[in-house]
């Protein structure tokens, strides 16, 4: 019995890195500058891009604390998601559905990314960026995407730069709002 009371490995540095995640993608600059849509779907797909970034890395690290702490942000988002859909009174009885759609569309939306990421393909990442978070917008045209592509690269390379000691106690940084990488 006591053994459920008991919290799950990184959990609340987990959620710390998730609100971290979620801080940078509500940057007014993406919305404002690049033209991606201030909905719903918009702000959860750039909170997508940032957390599967975050998650990436902490899975390729070699000390076996990166994958679980990388386990405890995508738990503290899909925790978020189900919070999220409550307050704004999805009933009970659909929230699992509702959650496992998300789950399907952020995993693969981080395989796309992923995949674009560790073959150095700026195009590829930009034409998943395009499809994703810019679906069906007019905004959507190749500068905006180009741009977000931009700064998910530089994104990464910040992550991957910063030590895992720093990310178990929470720290995280992000790059600076990219004015100076739009192309």
Do not use: C
């Not at 702000?43 to 070699?62: C, K, N, Q, T, Y």
């Not at 999220?84 to 796309?112: C, F, P, Q, Y």
């Not at 679906?135 to 959507?140: I, K, L, S, V």
């Amino acid at each position: 019995m006591f053994g459920l009371l008991r919290r799950r490995p990184h959990e609340r540095t987990g959620f710390e890195l998730y609100s971290a995640a979620v801080a940078a993608a509500r940057e007014p600059w993406a919305f404002a500058v690049l033209g991606v849509p201030d909905s719903l779907a918009g702000r959860f797909d750039l909170i997508s891009m940032h957390v599967a970034l975050l998650i990436r890395r902490l899975r390729a690290d070699p000390d076996p604390r990166g994958a679980l702490l990388g386990q405890a942000v995508f738990d503290a988002m899909f925790a978020d998601m189900d919070v999220n859909l409550r307050e704004m009174g999805v009933g009970d009885m659909s929230i699992g559905k509702r959650v496992k759609g998300l789950w399907e569309a952020w995993h693969g939306r981080t395989l796309a990314y992923e995949a674009a990421l560790d073959a150095g393909d700026s195009p590829a990442l930009a034409a998943a960026i395009s499809r994703n978070i810019f679906a069906g917008h007019a905004a959507a045209d190749a500068a905006g995407p180009q741009a977000l592509a931009a700064y998910a690269e530089a994104l990464a390379a910040a992550l991957a730069a910063q030590p895992l000691a720093g990310l178990l106690s929470g720290q995280l940084r992000f790059p600076p709002t990219p004015g100076d990488i739009v192309p």
